[in-house]
């Protein structure tokens, strides 16, 4: 990486965050929302909040996962480097575990109990929040998994991509359109 790309920013990739955080919460309006989605009937209502803003958090969260592979990957790296990061996180989700109990605590008089104490204060291992569980774990394995994407070399490196596109993007689809289908309760999506 240069130098000078690292004292800029890219409005590109700052927009694409952006992006990602609307669709992410696009789908928190669904699946936190009041009413139950799930249970209406078929209207266009129902196709737009189930059909376009309920998976388009996935695709949010999808960006913003590539987005800090991207830039993790692109610094070379070591193990050490991860633990380094991954106790970085630690203490930022530690730091907000605690100020949300003391909130939920004082203001909500929320029921105190051992495994609430045991999140608060091990959230990454008890995976109160799973995607910084997920990142913590990635950024543990990210220097074997650069130094293996490295080693495919460029023409091997493509075929895996393109696979992975077919797999998850193609196939993927024809599954999620078939859940989509049964219109009713799908417990199976992940709510």
């Not at 130098?3 to 992006?19: A, F, G, V």
């Not at 070379?76 to 003391?102: D, H, M, N, Q």
């Amino acid at each position: 990486m240069s130098k000078h790309y690292k004292n800029t920013r890219n409005s590109s990739i700052e927009l694409l965050r952006i992006i990602a955080t609307y669709l992410i919460i696009l789908r928190h309006f669904v699946v936190f929302n009041t009413f139950d989605v799930w249970s209406q009937t078929l209207s266009i209502k129902k196709v737009v909040l189930e059909g376009i803003f309920y998976p388009s958090g996935k695709i949010g969260v999808v960006l913003f996962f590539l987005i800090s592979a991207w830039f993790l990957c692109e610094s070379p790296t070591s193990l050490k480097a991860s633990f380094k990061r991954l106790w970085f996180l630690e203490r930022e989700v530690l730091f907000y575990s605690i100020a949300l109990f003391g909130f939920f605590c004082l203001f909500q008089h929320a029921q105190i109990n051992t495994q609430l104490v045991l999140n608060t204060i091990f959230p990454i291992s008890t995976n109160l929040w799973w995607y910084a569980t997920s990142y913590a774990v990635f950024l543990i394995l990210m220097p074997f998994f650069t130094k293996g994407l490295q080693t495919l070399g460029k023409q091997t490196h493509k075929a895996c991509c393109l696979i992975c596109i077919i797999m998850w993007s193609i196939c993927g689809g024809i599954g999620s359109a078939r859940r989509f289908a049964h219109l009713g309760s799908c417990p199976s999506m992940g709510r």
